[in-house]
């Protein structure tokens, strides 16, 4: 029986280049989406996800007034904190971290302090930035300050994933952002995150394996179309040749080097 009082909220994120039926590669659209399905992992929300384009925007989105802003989604019906919370437009990370309040599950994981989560998120604030630092100015240091940085917070974390046992908002936070660092990196400077980061290693291995990371991440393909629309790739890299697939291997040396030994 469907349960007609929860949430069922419809998403909406810009489409991929390659194909308009699926996700694109926007950095917060998969943080939203992967905080979302684990919402419905969780059986909170039901979840409609609307990949699209401005050129032909659904009539749901139109309704929305949204001034052509993505991602955005809405609650199109259901209960929320004891109220018919239909027609609840959530347009920015405040706004969807207070839908996980009224979810009563802030931060994915309530029991987590919030003091422990800001310090968390501080490992990895200009991870992002340091990567485009990277690939405009060709400015490696910093990247590779950050990651050593996260690092050091997840040996001392010695946990599978960011926050403890349980994945957290911090994880869909922060994995989005590795895959970016992998992905771009190694397409504009043939960079990995380095080897001997074991901790990081452990942790994506990890991440890989949730099928809210899976189902949220978009192609690797797409990805590299994405960078490509501000930043130019290198003439032998060609997205429009590969097929639909999303990087998830672990370097080798990286898998002899743990001797199967994960949290």
């Known amino acids: 029986m469907v349960d007609v009082n929860k949430p069922l909220i419809e998403f909406f994120l810009k489409a991929a280049p390659s194909d308009r039926k699926e996700r694109g590669a926007c950095l917060i659209s998969q943080q939203w989406f992967m905080t979302l399905y684990c919402l419905v992992e969780k059986g909170l929300i ?18 929305l007034n949204a001034a052509r802003h993505l991602p955005i989604a809405w609650i199109e019906s259901g209960i929320l904190d004891g109220e018919d919370a239909s027609g609840l437009v ?3 990370t405040e706004s969807l971290e207070t839908l996980l ?13 919030e003091s422990d989560v800001r310090a968390a998120e501080k490992n990895f604030e200009d991870l992002y930035s340091s990567l485009m630092q990277y690939i405009k100015n060709d ?8 990651l050593s940085n996260l690092n050091a917070y997840l040996a001392s974390a010695a946990k599978p994933y960011a926050m403890g046992d349980e994945i957290s908002y911090v994880d869909c ?3 989005p952002k590795l895959q970016h660092v992998r992905v771009a990196g190694r397409a ?10 074991k901790h990081i290693w452990t942790y994506i291995q ?5 099928k809210s990371f899976i189902s949220s991440c978009p192609t690797t393909r797409d990805i590299l179309m994405h960078y490509d629309e501000k930043n130019p790739l290198p003439k032998e890299i060609r997205p429009s040749l590969m097929g639909p697939d999303i990087l998830l291997d672990i370097p080798q040396d990286v898998l002899s080097s743990q001797n199967g030994n994960h949290y």
């Open 139 to 146: 400015t490696k240091k910093p990247l590779c300050s950050v």
């Open 46 to 63: 039901n979840l409609r996800v609307t990949p699209m384009t401005m050129d032909v925007p659904p009539a749901n989105y139109v309704k």
């Open 173 to 175: 936070q922060l994995a």
């Open 101 to 113: 309040i009224k979810l009563k599950c802030a931060n994915l994981n309530p029991n987590l302090a």
């Open 206 to 210: 990890n991440i890989y394996k949730l």
């Open 90 to 92: 959530i347009s920015s």
């Open 188 to 197: 504009y400077k043939n960079f990995d995150i380095p080897h001997d980061m």
